[in-house]
Nanobody
């Protein structure tokens, strides 16, 4: 049974940076497409970024382009999300997810982490 565990969340001032990590265990995820989602208070969970299993292709939600970078290290079974130029509206619980498919919506994910809270103060 696979497991995803996020870390790296915390409190940061607007304009600051954070690096989230997602450690995968229990099975190999090297053939899974990995993704980050986030859910702000009172809002639906939304897609943030994804990286293909090979690590060669990435895709971002429009509001994250140029600020966030997703990467993965298959040897370490870990996925990262580097977040720069953070804004108060980036405040949310950030979730790591994995899927064998290419559809990037919540229903398409096969595995989920429990999330890590990111709070951006103004």
């Amino acid at each position: 049974q696979g497991q995803l565990v996020e870390s790296g969340g915390g409190l940061v001032q607007a304009g600051g940076s954070l690096r989230l990590s997602c450690a995968a265990s229990g099975r190999t995820f090297s053939n899974y497409n990995m993704a980050w989602f986030r859910q702000a208070p009172g809002k639906e969970r939304e897609f943030v970024a994804t990286i293909r299993w090979s690590g060669g292709s990435t895709y971002y939600a429009d509001s994250m382009k140029g600020r966030f970078t997703i990467s993965r290290d298959n040897a370490k079974n870990t996925v990262y999300l580097q977040m720069n130029s953070l804004k108060p509206e980036d405040t949310a619980v950030y979730y790591c997810a994995a899927t064998l498919g290419t559809a990037m919506n919540s229903y398409a994910m096969h595995y989920w982490g429990k999330g890590t809270l990111v709070t951006v103060s103004s």
